[in-house]
């Protein structure tokens, strides 16, 4: 259990460099808002990777007095995962795997940051049967292929749908689409529209991605 008092100033530092995202490997929740009831509040917790005492988690007898308060000896976590590394599984959580998870995080939120709005990308999924099995399409992962040279246009075209184009059957993904609809508009491949393409395949996902 931490002792010291962070100063304002170094959480609001901490919440810029997370991005306000728990900095756990694979977790990256929103700490502003109950997933539940989506209610907005802070539900972060501050979290030491050297304990601010000696006798804390992973505490140091010279180094815990010294980084109590330093932004390179804390993490942003959601209340699951601050649990976990200070009380469940301190062992398996050394100083070193949590800087690492705070350095990867954080270095991942800055290159997000750094997309500029000419990045933006319409998210177009182009998905076919394997035998019996369909193949299931995830705006999800088609936005982290994306990654890092471009990005979804945004949130509420993934949310609505209105970015997935649904392709007729048997149409050739390469050198053959010829046209695709949504949501009642419509551009031809000889169009303005149609600027830039990258094609990312997964087996039976194709990912186009287009500037409009």
Same mark, same amino acid.
């Given at each position: 259990?931490?002792?010291?008092?962070?100063?304002?100033?170094?959480?609001? !530092? +901490?919440?810029?460099?997370?991005a306000g995202r728990c900095e756990y490997e694979g977790c990256s929740?929103? +700490?502003? +808002?109950?997933?539940?009831?989506?209610?907005?509040?802070?539900?972060?917790?501050?979290?030491?990777?050297?304990?601010?005492?000696?006798?804390?988690?992973?505490?140091?007898?010279?180094?815990?007095?010294? +980084?109590?308060?330093?932004?390179?000896?804390l993490m942003l976590l959601c209340d699951k995962h601050h649990r976990?590394?200070?009380?469940?599984?301190?062992?398996?959580?050394?100083?070193?795997?949590?800087?690492?998870?705070?350095?990867?995080?954080?270095? !991942?939120?800055?290159?997000?940051?750094?997309?500029?709005?000419?990045?933006?990308?319409?998210?177009?999924l182009y998905g076919a049967n394997i035998g019996d099995q369909s193949?299931?399409?995830?705006?999800?992962?088609?936005?982290?292929?994306?990654?890092?040279?471009?990005?979804? !246009?945004?949130?509420?075209?993934?949310?609505?749908?209105?970015?997935?184009?649904?392709?007729?059957?048997?149409?050739?993904?390469?050198?053959?689409?010829?046209?695709?609809?949504?949501?009642?508009?419509?551009?031809?491949?000889?169009?303005?529209?149609?600027?830039?393409?990258?094609?990312?395949?997964?087996?039976?996902?194709?990912?186009?991605?287009? !500037?409009?």
């Amino acid at each position: 259990m931490s002792v010291t008092s962070v100063p304002e100033r170094v959480r609001l !530092r +901490l919440w810029g460099k997370a991005a306000g995202r728990c900095e756990y490997e694979g977790c990256s929740e929103r +700490l502003w +808002l109950d997933t539940l009831t989506q209610v907005e509040f802070n539900v972060a917790y501050v979290a030491h990777i050297i304990a601010d005492s000696a006798d804390g988690p992973r505490g140091d007898e010279d180094l815990s007095p010294k +980084l109590k308060a330093e932004l390179s000896n804390l993490m942003l976590l959601c209340d699951k995962h601050h649990r976990l590394v200070d009380k469940e599984q301190v062992k398996e959580h050394s100083v070193e795997r949590l800087q690492r998870m705070k350095r990867e995080h954080e270095d !991942r939120m800055e290159l997000l940051g750094d997309l500029k709005p000419d990045k933006q990308s319409h998210v177009l999924l182009y998905g076919a049967n394997i035998g019996d099995q369909s193949a299931a399409l995830s705006l999800r992962s088609a936005a982290q292929a994306m990654l890092p040279e471009w990005y979804p !246009r945004n949130q509420e075209h993934s949310k609505s749908g209105c970015a997935i184009v649904q392709l007729q059957t048997g149409a050739p993904i390469i050198g053959g689409l010829n046209k695709f609809t949504c949501k009642g508009w419509s551009r031809n491949k000889s169009g303005r529209g149609l600027l830039r393409a990258t094609f990312v395949t997964f087996q039976s996902l194709a990912l186009l991605h287009s !500037r409009f």
